[in-house]
């Protein structure tokens, strides 16, 4: 069992929907990561959060330390946004490393 | 401009050789690390760096050797002890403190 946890696996949307993905943690940790893969393989970091909420564009990331909880939001989506996300966590005992979920994988249709 | 760099970007050998991966970063991280993944599953830790001269087993390092003679390079072997080398592999870095880890863009290899 993954200890990072994601949800749904794969997600089909049409352009233009409120799409949310969400990751689960079980252990302490010093942050979140949220990544994203495109179909060429390269990933990019997309946010690294500790605590609240953080916004670049139409993405939104936000996390309940409480309840170890991560969710990444796309609003108005675009085919464009079709890539794999990434949630990984940043454990308070290992340093840097991190740890992944398995991924979502989004399409969205135009 | 800064980055990380990977070569080649695909590449083929026969089953029973050796063959080393290349990863290259200019932006002065400390720290650095392979990745592998393989379809359907999440990226698995081989190997990391947190100084030069030194690095550390991750989770499946079985079939692997890496070195880090100088702070920006960081090659990985994948040598024929490893049963199923057939992968994604990606190389990153970061800062030492909690930090973005920043991607190269991979190495497909594909063992025939």
């Known amino acids: 069992k993954n200890e990072v946890e994601q949800s749904p696996q794969n997600l089909t949307a049409q352009e233009g929907e409120f799409i949310t993905i969400n990751c689960s943690y079980s252990v302490g940790i010093s942050a979140l990561h949220w990544l994203q893969q495109h179909p060429g393989g390269g990933i990019v970091s997309l946010f690294m959060?500790?605590?609240g909420k953080k916004k670049h564009g139409r993405l939104i990331a936000t996390i309940n330390i409480q309840e170890k909880h991560s969710s990444l939001h796309i609003t108005a989506s675009h085919p464009r946004d079709s890539a794999v996300y990434i949630c990984a966590d940043l454990r308070e005992t290992s340093g840097s490393r991190l740890t992944f979920g398995e991924g979502t994988q989004l399409t969205v249709n135009p | 401009d800064g980055g990380i760099t990977q070569s080649p970007k695909y590449l083929f050998r026969k089953e029973g050789q050796n063959v080393t991966l290349s990863c290259e970063q200019n932006?002065?991280?400390?720290?650095m690390y392979w990745y592998r993944q393989d379809p359907g599953q999440g990226l698995r830790l081989i190997y990391y760096?947190?100084?030069?001269?030194?690095?550390q087993k991750g989770d499946i390092a079985e079939g692997y050797s890496v070195s880090r003679e100088k702070k920006e390079s960081f090659p990985l072997t994948v040598t024929s002890a490893q049963k199923n080398p057939t992968a994604f592999y990606l190389c990153?870095?970061?800062?030492?403190?909690?930090?973005?880890?920043?991607f190269g863009p991979g190495t497909r290899l594909t063992v025939l």
């Open positions: 959060l500790s605590s």
């Open positions: 990153a870095s970061s800062t030492l403190r909690p930090d973005t880890q920043y």
């Open positions: 760096s947190q100084i030069v001269n030194d690095f």
């Open positions: 932006l002065n991280h400390d720290a």
